[in-house]
């Protein structure tokens, strides 16, 4: 199964790696500076536990890109039946952490099994497309399955941003394959004009939490010192770093802990206050490059299986960082979606790595042929 040679290292995708790569130690370092208490005292182990799971991710990432990713292809269905069973495992067992059951844990280890389901859902629902001949159209029992299964299992967590991410990306992918577009158009359609007769129902089954996001994020000032406190604090945070920054270690709404969710959810605010404007349109140009080459790898892709899972994984990170972004800067609300490689989290950043390895999978593999 594994099959390392000279000619696999040789067109082994180091942009793609070293973009990765450069955005997680600038996470690391912003996760330093965001936790960095005020006073000298004892300083948060959270940069050096990212640290432990940059290394994982990293030995994680060459392991998958070392399996020719056939036996993906071979195994993508077993896989997404594993995660199905995952993310039916956290209704039963799963720990909850701030009203939302997301976590499972085995032994010592706690882990979030929708941050590797996104993963699955993308390779089974390419290999589905690319082994079927649909004609323009989606069996019922097919829509079931990769759409309103997994969207039920998410929402019962609750985890509305990572529903909204499947549908997102099953919508994509749907697309890209030439799923007749009316078919898509009129199922959205049908949603929208439902809402005003579904929304009362939707509005009673969300968790006082996520109602809060959703009316702090209609109006931020309607409770400044609550529920609109994440969001303004975060817009006066950027707001503050003004064209070239504070300075790193020199930001203190991040360190004075004015800012919640600091390390995680809010981490550009941080970063921007510490680098400006300037800093923020150099990151956001790795990120623009992240992107670009993902899309080129799609187009570069020896078969069908290849391009959609390529296209799929960067539609992902691509939503992770503008609904990422727009939460910092109050132009969405508030869904608990980390920024792809730099936000803390163990779990999110070796889903990231396995993902972008799958991506430096198709890339390198371009030129063997494909027997599935």
Request: proline share 5%.
């Amino acid at each position: 199964m594994l099959k390392i040679n000279k000619r696999l290292f040789k067109n082994f995708d180091w942009i793609t790696f070293s973009l990765i790569i450069t955005l997680s130690i600038i996470g690391i370092i912003t996760i330093y500076s965001a936790t960095k208490p005020p006073l000298d005292g004892g300083h948060p182990d959270f940069y050096t536990k990212q640290m432990l799971w940059l290394l994982i991710s990293v030995a994680a990432l060459f392991i998958v890109a070392a399996i020719d990713y056939i036996w993906i292809y071979r195994f993508s269905y077993p896989i997404y039946i594993a995660g199905l069973l995952m993310l039916a495992a956290v209704l039963i067992a799963g720990k909850t952490a701030m009203g939302a059951e997301r976590w499972l844990s085995i032994g010592p280890i706690s882990f979030q099994p929708v941050e590797f389901f996104k993963v699955f859902f993308i390779i089974a629902f390419s290999a589905y497309l690319a082994n079927n001949h649909l004609a323009g159209k989606i069996p019922v029992k097919s829509l079931f399955i990769f759409a309103l299964l997994p969207f039920i299992l998410l929402i019962k967590q609750p985890h509305l941003g990572g529903a909204m991410l499947v549908v997102s990306l099953f919508v994509i992918l749907s697309i890209l394959k030439g799923i007749n577009r009316k078919i898509i158009t009129t199922v959205l359609a049908i949603s929208i004009i439902s809402i005003p007769f579904v929304s009362h129902i939707f509005w009673e089954g969300l968790k006082d939490y996520q109602k809060n996001r959703l009316v702090a994020f209609m109006d931020p000032s309607i409770d400044p010192s609550g529920i609109g406190y994440h969001i303004n604090q975060s817009k006066i945070t950027i707001g503050s770093g003004g064209v070239f920054g504070k300075g790193y270690l020199q930001g203190t709404q991040g360190p004075l802990r004015f800012l919640p969710e600091k390390h995680t959810d809010f981490i550009f605010s941080v970063f921007a206050e510490e680098w400006g404007f300037i800093g923020s349109l150099l990151l956001m140009g790795i990120y623009l490059m992240l992107f670009l080459r993902g899309l080129d790898t799609a187009a570069r892709a020896k078969d069908e299986f290849g391009r959609l899972v390529a296209t799929g994984i960067t539609a992902m990170f691509f939503i992770y960082f503008c609904i990422n972004i727009g939460m910092t800067l109050g132009i969405m609300p508030v869904v608990g979606m980390p920024l792809p490689f730099m936000s803390y989290g163990g779990t999110a950043l070796l889903a990231n790595f396995i993902a972008a390895g799958i991506l430096i999978n198709i890339r390198t593999r371009r030129f063997e042929l494909f027997y599935p």
